[in-house]
């Protein structure tokens, strides 16, 4: 079982930056893939970046890639999103997520949810 408490969300005006962080409890965190997905109002849950169990390896959503970074610090078993540059159209909630499988952009893949963290840019 892996509890995931998302921080760092806010109000930020265009063009700002926010670091959201996800802490994971556990002694396990190092095994599992993270995803870090969003979801605005009146829209479906999407993926934005994962990453694997080293933090070798990351994938984004086009939308983000270039301004966002995903990273995680497996020895403080917290996974993090750095965004840049950021847009109205970021606005969302955003959900850390675990993964006991291949780090994927898919939601399904993903075993474990955190409550969400609000994110709103304005223009």
């Known amino acids: 079982q892996v509890q995931l408490v998302e921080s760092g969300g806010g109000l930020v005006q265009a063009g700002g930056s926010l670091r959201l962080s996800c802490a994971a409890s556990g002694r396990t965190f190092s095994s599992y893939a993270m995803g870090w997905f969003r979801q605005a109002p009146g829209k479906e849950r999407e993926f934005v970046a994962a990453i694997n169990r080293s933090g070798g390896s990351t994938y984004y959503v086009d939308s983000v890639k270039g301004r966002s970074t995903i990273s995680r610090d497996n020895a403080k078993n917290t996974v993090y999103l750095q965004m840049n540059s950021l847009k109205p159209e970021d606005t969302a909630v955003y959900y850390c997520?675990?993964?006991?499988?291949?780090?994927?952009?898919?939601?399904?893949?993903?075993?474990?949810w955190g409550q969400g963290t609000q994110v709103t840019v304005s223009s």
């Open positions: 997520a675990a993964s006991r499988h291949y780090y994927s952009d898919k939601s399904a893949e993903y075993d474990y």
